[in-house]
């Protein structure tokens, strides 16, 4: 196949930027179900697709419908705009481990319905941090 195949491998900017756009939608979808709390399966029911199709979403693979996004963001409690927030700073949006990992401890810490062991928590991560800075 060549360059000027109309089925040609090679990229157009557009499309570039719409793969970035899907990229994009999908982790902030990821973002927030993970913040509360939800599994990737758990979201697929409550929205009436699988979970592969749930996967490929967050993934950018699948490119999410305006109907289906509005449904999404109604499970997830946020406009669908949301998930256009930071948009212009696409790499800045993407969620590395850590991040995901920071989301999981507060949506854990928030679950502790204990006063004095949030408190504890606290200054057990207090307590780490400091040690680490010396």
Request: hydrophobic content about 35%; proline content about 2%.
């Amino acid at each position: 196949m060549d360059a000027t195949s109309p089925r040609s491998t090679v990229a157009t900017p557009a499309r570039s930027r719409t793969d970035d756009t899907d990229r994009h939608v999908g982790a902030k979808i990821r973002e927030r179900r993970l913040l509360l709390g939800l599994t990737q399966q758990e979201l697929a029911s409550l929205i009436g697709i699988t979970y592969q199709q749930a996967h490929k979403y967050e993934r950018g693979l699948n490119r999410v419908s305006a109907g289906r996004l509005y449904d999404i963001a109604q499970v997830l409690h946020v406009p669908a705009a949301h998930f256009f927030d930071g948009l212009e700073d696409l790499h800045a949006s993407r969620l590395s481990g850590q991040q995901v990992e920071c989301l999981e401890l507060v949506r854990n810490f928030a679950g502790i319905e204990d006063e004095n062991q949030q408190k504890a928590l606290c200054q057990l991560a207090r307590s780490l941090a400091e040690r680490k800075a010396k």
